[in-house]
C-alpha cells in the first residue's frame, strides 16, 4: 500500500474500474476468479431478430429487480472520497450498473453507459430505464420475481431466465423502434467522442490507477497500454490476473474495498496539511517530475 500511496501522491491521478468494484454490492463479475462461465449476447446476437431480443428482455426484466436494489459499497466511497479530496481526478469506469455515480464520483465517464437508460435502435431516443421495466412489468406479469435472492445475475443486469418465448417486448414509446439498454455490448464500438476524451485524460495524466478490472476488453486496456508507452505509471489493483500486470509498475492482488479504503487513509486523511494551498490547475511537472510534488486540493476543472 505504501508503494501505491508513494506512486500516486502528488500525482494527477486517472482512474479505470471494472467489475471487481461492484461484486461486494452483490453484482458478480464475469471474470473474477470463481465465477461460473457467461456469455454476454453480442451486439450482432440482439440484433438479429425477436428471438434474441425476447431472451435479453427476460434476462434483463429480471436481473434488474435485483440491479436497482445495489447500492455503492466501501470501495465506491472511498474512491468518490480520494476524488472530492483532489487525489484522483477523472474516474472513468467499464460499469454500466451506475454505483459509482450514486457513491457521489464527479467527475465520472461511464465508458460502457449506463444499465439505467434504454436507447431506441431506431430513432436513438433514450428514456429511463425504470419507465421501460414498468410497461414490461404491465406486459409480463408472469416474469415478475418477488425474489430475486436465488437468481443468477450477470454484471449488466441479466439473469438466468428459462423460457423467454413468451415474453412480451416493450417498444419504442416514440417510433415503435427496437429498444436496447443504453450501453455497449460485447461486439459492440465504445463512442468516438469518449474514447477520444479518455484518451486525452490519460494523456495528461501523470499516473493511472487500475481498480478491479482483469482488463480483458481492449475497451480498457488501450488506456493502460497509452500509459505505459508514454512512461506514465501505471498501478493495478485487482483480485486475480491482469492483462495489464505486464505493463503495471505496481500490482497490487487484492479486494477492491479494502484496498482503496486503505488507500483513502493514506492519501487523504494522512496528507499533509501544506497541501491545501495548492491546485489542479497549475503546469504539471516534467516526466517522472511528480512523485515529491505537494498533493493538490480539490480538483476544480477537467
Ligand atoms: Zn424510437
Redesign the pocket.
Known sequence: MQAVAALLRGRSVVCLTGAGMSTDSGIPDYRGPGSPPRKPMTFDEFCSGQAAQRRYWSRAFVGWQHMAGAAPNDGHRALARMQAAGVIGTLVTQNVDGLHGAAGSRPLIDLHGRISEVI?L????VTPRQHVQTRLQALNPAYARSDTSGVEIAPDGDALVDDSERFALAG?G????RLKPHVVFFGENVPKDRVAAVTALVDEADALLVVGSSLTVMSGFRFVRQAHRSGTPVVIVNRGATRGDDLADVRVDAGCSETMTALAEELVSRRPAASATSHWGRPRPATGGGRDQPLRAAATSH
Open positions: 431506441c431506431e430513432c436513438r431516443d419504442c416514440t417510433c415503435g423502434g
